[in-house]
């Protein structure tokens, strides 16, 4: 059984802010793109925290997340019920979806630099493999990172939360296969003072290795955009979104 690297980094990880604040307009990106293939069900197989699982419900679908996960899963029950929310969880592996759900949905998204926490194409053709397995006919899966060619020529270090009581730092170490992040906390108030550091490894999956692994795994009509306004990616992307379809029967 993997290691759950989110066992202790659960508690802080929406010290990111709410999903309105740093995810921008990915909101209207799965509007406009649930509609236009009506989209009614989704399963968000890497909920963490369940700040997605909200905003999909927000958009009127019928919603169900999993985590492999325990602690995000905590974290996202608590996140739903202060926000009035009723959305089945369960904790499950995203290699093996079908050993949970026996029903199909209309799109499955993994979303966040979610997928590469898989660091071999066996264990990535599995998890893709068990999507398309829980998809309806014509169904959608949706992947976003935030890892493209842009992002791994900058600078190692980087600043993304910087309040008055708290700060976040990434430190990044790349190979030609793998990025680690050091995720470090800084708390500075007078409630709580204290640092914290978790280190999460990602297999560094781009453009050309999703297009090779989706089809692989039997999708079809695959797409890949640099934003949420679906400009088509390239090298100076900074964020890599996946939306690929299953085979009309």
Not at 90 to 108: G, H, I, N, P, S
Not at 131 to 157: A, C, E, F
Not at 169 to 180: A, P, Y
Request: hydrophobic share 35%; glycine share 4%.
């Amino acid at each position: 059984m993997l290691k759950d690297v989110y066992e202790k980094f659960a508690n802080d990880y929406d010290e990111f802010g709410s999903i309105e604040d740093y995810l921008g307009s990915e909101k209207t990106f799965f509007k406009v793109l649930f509609a236009e293939n009506n989209v009614q069900t989704v399963l968000d197989c890497a909920c963490g925290t369940g700040q997605h699982l909200l905003m999909l419900a927000e958009l009127g679908l019928s919603v169900c997340g999993s985590d492999y996960s325990a602690a995000m899963l905590e974290a996202a029950t608590v996140n739903l019920e202060k926000n009035g929310k009723k959305i089945p969880l369960q904790q499950c592996d995203f290699r093996q979806l079908q050993e949970a759900y026996t029903e199909k949905f209309d799109a499955v998204v993994c979303l966040t630099t979610s997928l590469p926490h898989m660091h071999t194409d066996e264990d990535l053709l599995r998890a893709l493999r068990s999507m398309k397995d829980r998809l309806n006919t014509k169904g959608l899966l949706v992947l976003t990172q935030g890892t493209t060619h842009y992002t791994l020529s900058m600078p190692p270090i980087e600043v993304v939360v910087n309040r008055n009581d708290f700060s976040r730092i990434f430190v990044k170490e790349n190979d030609s296969q793998f990025q680690t992040v050091h995720v470090l906390d800084l708390f500075h108030s007078q409630e709580r003072n204290e640092q914290n550091q978790y280190d999460i490894k990602y297999k560094i999956i781009l453009d050309d290795d999703y297009r090779r692994l989706l089809e692989e795994a039997g999708f079809h009509n695959i797409q890949i955009y640099g934003d949420y306004d679906k400009s088509p990616y390239d090298k100076q992307s900074r964020r890599l979104i996946v939306v690929a379809q299953t085979a009309v029967n």
